[in-house]
DNA sequence: CCCATTGTTGAATCTTTAG
DNA sequence: TCTAAAGATTCAACAATGG
C-alpha cells in the first residue's frame, strides 16, 4: 500500500525552513509529503483524517430517500490494527514536523476517535482538552436504533508536557460573551452557500467541514503568522479561514478534484482587515428545557397528577416524562392537544400543579429549575 | 493486592444464576469479584472505572505487581500500559458476564476514555454511541490556561455487532419533548442535597455522579426486572436509581466507607409506584396486528376506499384484507411502495380512510382495535 | 416582494419476524 | 442459516415553488 512504501523512498534530505512551501497545496500522500518537511517547522496542524465508518448496507429515510454514505475508498481500513498502523505512522511525522510549543487538532466520531487518542497518547502527544463539537443540525437517526448521532470530538493536543503552547484565552472568552468558553461547542453543520458544490449540483466532499469550526480552533490556538498545516487538506477549509485570518498554511491532498476546488475555493476568500479580526457571528442558542429534564432531576415525580387551570383535565406523569390520561398518551404539548380537540397546545402553560398556595403552571416550575 | 492474584485464585466453581446476590453490595476488588460470577447473567453494566491512577489504587504493572504510588520516574508510557492492562482486565470479565444481548456503560475523560474505548473495541464490544454529559456548571479552568473542562464521555456498546440490545427509543424520544434524543445530554453535577457528605461536611465521594445521569442511562437501555452490575459502585448511584426504577443491581466496591454510604443511601430510596412506570409503549415487541385482523373483525369493511394523506393515490380494500389499484395488488406496505416508486413503505402511516372528521391514518384504527 | 408550503439533505457503524 | 415479507422510522437548515 502506498503509504508504507513512500515512507521507505522519502529523501532523506528535506529542504530548509527558509524554503517552505507556504500557502500552498502540496499534492501527494500525507505521510510521503509530511517525510519531505524539515523538523520542528509547523506551528499548528488541524487534521481531519479518515473516520473508518465501517458502514453495512444503504440506508433509507422514512420518506423512502436514500442517504448519499460516505463510501469513498479512502475511508476503507481491513481492521482496527490497519487503521492503527496508518494512525501511527501520520502522527509520528506529524509529531516530527511539529515546533515544541505547537499543538494539534484531530478531529473524529466513535469510530476512529479513540484510536487517534491512544495514538497521540503513546506517541507522546500532551492532551489539553477534547472538544466536543455539538451539531446544531445533524443528520436524525433514521430507524430510532440509537441516540442521534449529534456531534464529534476533536482532540487538542500539545507536543509534550512541558509544551508552552498558544491558547489565545482572552479572545475565546470575548469570543464566548465574556465567560470562559467550554469544552463544548455548538456550531452548525456546514451547508448552504459555504458548501462546496459540482457542476452536477453535487456536493464536492463528502465530509466539508464548516469554516467556523477552524475559525474557532485557529483564533483559540495559532497567532497571525502562524504556520499551519492540514494533512487531510480536502477541499480546504483550513486554507480559506487560515487566509481569512493571517495564518500561514500547507496543505496536502491526494485528489486532484479537492485540489482544484480547494484552490478556487481559497483564491477567492481575502483575508480580513485587521479592524474586523474581532468576531464573527455566533449562534446563541436560546435554553430549551424538556419536560423530561425536570423529571429526571427531580422537580417533578413520576407519579404526579397534574391538571389544567379550571381543573376539568387531568393526567399523571410517568417516568419517562411522557403524561397519560386514561388511554391517551405523549408529551405534555400532545396529551393537552388531545384533550382540548385543538390542533395543538402549549403544555408549559396548559399543565399545572397542586401546590401549597393553590395551581402552578408547569412553566413557572420550568423557571424555578433554570433560575437553579 | 489484589487483582491480578484473585484471578489466579478466582474459583471454577461459580453460583448459578438462581443464585446470583441481588440488590446487594459486593465487597472486593471489582476484577476477582466479577471472577465470580456465572457467564451471561448480566443484563446492563455501569462502569466508572478510575480516570486516575493515583486516586484509584488500581495499579499493576505490566508483569501484574503491584505499585504503591506513582513514581515521578515513571514514563508516560508505563503509566499508560499498566492502566491499559488493568482496563483489559476488566472489561475481559465485564463481557463475560455480560448476556449476549446486554450493553455496558463507560463513563470517563481525555484521560481515560481513548483507553477505554480502544479497550471496548479490542474486546469485541461494538460501540453503539458516545454519549456526551455536559455539564450545566463545571467547574471554570481557574488558570485560564485550556478550554473549560465541561463535559465527560460515555461510551455505550453492546455485546457484538450482532446484539438486539434493548433501546427504548419512544421513552427517550419522550423524555426529550417529543423529538428523538441526541448524543449530547445537558445535566447539572451532583450537588446540593443529593451530593453525600461526611460528618465532617466533606464530600464523601469525589466524583459522585448525578442521579439523573444514570436515571437516563436506565430508562434508554434496559427494562425493570433487569440485572443491572456496576463494578466501581461507589456511594452507589447506579443502586438508588436501580431501585428507583425497579431494576435488580448488583455493586461491587472495595471502601468499606463507601459502601456504608451506599447502603444507606439506596435504603432511603423508594421504588416509583408500579403506575408511574408505565411510559410510552415501545412499539417494538408489541403484539402484532395483520390488517387483514381488521378486515375480518368488521373494523374495516372489504370494498373500502382508502387513500394516502394528501389523496393523491387511492385504493381499495379487498375481503382478503389485500389492497387493489387498478392493476397493482398485493399487502397495503407493498401497493403503498409501488404506488410511489419507493423501497418500502409503511401502509399503516401511509393509509388513511375517510371519517367524519377527516382522514385517519389507519394505524389509528389499528389502536383502537387494540385498545378494546 | 413577501410569506407559506413543499422538497432536499447531512461522516450513519440504522429492523424484525416468520418460514 | 438463509429468504421474504411485515412493519417502523426523521430534525433542522436551506432552497425552490407558488400564491
Known amino acids: 500500500m502506498g503509504?508504507?512504501?513512500?515512507?521507505?523512498?522519502?529523501?532523506?534530505?528535506?529542504?530548509?525552513?527558509?524554503l517552505l512551501p507556504f500557502d500552498t497545496i502540496i499534492a501527494g500522500d500525507c505521510i510521503a509529503e509530511m517525510a519531505k518537511l524539515p523538523d520542528k517547522c509547523i506551528d499548528m496542524i488541524f487534521a481531519d483524517p479518515p473516520y473508518n465508518l465501517q458502514l453495512g448496507g444503504d440506508l433509507f429515510r422514512p420518506d423512502g430517500s436514500q442517504v448519499d454514505a460516505v463510501d469513498d475508498d479512502w475511508d476503507k481500513f481491513d481492521t482496527f490494527a490497519t487503521y492503527d498502523r496508518f494512525t501511527r505512522l501520520w502522527l509520528a511525522e506529524a509529531r516530527r514536523i511539529l515546533k515544541d510549543d505547537g499543538t494539534i487538532w484531530v478531529i473524529g466520531s466513535?469510530?476512529?476517535?479513540?484510536?487517534?487518542?491512544?495514538?497521540?497518547?503513546?506517541?507522546?502527544?500532551?492532551?489539553?482538552?477534547?472538544?466536543?463539537?455539538?451539531?446544531?443540525?445533524?443528520?436524525?437517526?433514521?430507524?430510532?436504533t440509537r441516540f442521534t448521532n449529534a456531534h464529534e470530538t476533536m482532540i487538542w493536543a500539545a507536543k509534550s508536557a512541558k509544551s508552552r503552547y498558544t491558547f489565545n484565552y482572552r479572545a475565546m472568552k470575548a469570543l464566548n460573551d465574556d465567560v470562559q468558553m467550554r469544552s463544548?461547542?455548538?456550531?452548525?453543520?456546514?451547508?448552504?452557500?459555504?458548501?462546496?458544490?459540482?457542476?452536477?449540483?453535487?456536493?464536492?466532499?463528502p465530509t466539508q467541514k464548516p469554516e467556523s469550526l477552524l475559525y474557532r480552533v485557529m483564533l483559540a490556538a495559532s497567532r497571525p503568522g502562524d504556520i499551519?498545516?492540514?494533512?487531510?487538506?480536502?477541499?480546504?477549509?483550513?486554507?480559506?479561514?487560515?487566509?481569512?485570518?493571517?495564518?500561514?498554511?500547507?496543505?496536502?491532498?491526494?485528489?486532484?478534484?479537492?485540489?482544484?476546488a480547494a484552490h478556487?475555493?481559497?483564491?477567492?476568500?481575502?483575508?480580513?482587515?485587521?479592524?474586523?479580526?474581532?468576531?464573527?457571528?455566533?449562534?446563541?442558542?436560546?435554553?430549551?428545557?424538556?419536560?423530561?429534564?425536570?423529571v429526571e432531576s427531580g422537580v417533578i415525580a413520576p407519579g404526579t397528577r397534574l391538571?389544567?387551570?379550571?381543573?376539568?383535565?387531568?393526567?399523571?406523569?410517568?417516568?419517562?416524562?411522557?403524561?397519560?390520561?386514561?388511554?391517551?398518551?405523549?408529551?405534555i404539548h400532545k396529551v393537552g392537544a388531545m384533550l382540548q380537540g385543538a390542533p395543538s397546545c402549549n403544555g408549559w402553560s396548559f399543565w399545572h400543579i397542586e401546590e401549597a398556595g393553590g395551581l402552578v403552571a408547569i412553566d413557572a416550575l420550568r423557571q424555578r429549575h433554570l433560575a437553579g
Chains 1, 2 share one sequence.
Open 264 to 294: 478556487e475555493r481559497i483564491a477567492g476568500t481575502l483575508p480580513l482587515d485587521e479592524s474586523a479580526m474581532e468576531g464573527m457571528p455566533e449562534r446563541k442558542g436560546q435554553k430549551r428545557v424538556a419536560f423530561g429534564l425536570l
Open 228 to 260: 499551519v498545516l492540514d494533512p487531510f487538506f480536502g477541499t480546504g477549509t483550513t486554507g480559506a479561514v487560515a487566509r481569512r485570518l493571517r495564518r500561514r498554511w500547507i496543505g496536502i491532498e491526494r485528489e486532484p478534484k479537492y485540489i482544484a
Open 3 to 18: 503509504a508504507l512504501q513512500s515512507i521507505a523512498k522519502a529523501p532523506r534530505a528535506r529542504p530548509s525552513l527558509a
Open 110 to 144: 466513535y469510530h476512529n476517535i479513540f484510536r487517534v487518542g491512544v495514538g497521540l497518547q503513546d506517541a507522546g502527544f500532551w492532551v489539553l482538552n477534547d472538544i466536543v463539537w455539538r451539531k446544531a443540525n445533524p443528520m436524525p437517526n433514521f430507524k430510532g
Open 307 to 331: 391538571c389544567d387551570a379550571r381543573r376539568r383535565w387531568h393526567a399523571e406523569v410517568k417516568m419517562d416524562g411522557s403524561l397519560v390520561h386514561e388511554t391517551l398518551a405523549g408529551s
Open 184 to 205: 463544548d461547542w455548538e456550531l452548525p453543520i456546514c451547508g448552504g452557500q459555504e458548501r462546496l458544490k459540482d457542476e452536477d449540483g453535487t456536493k464536492t466532499h
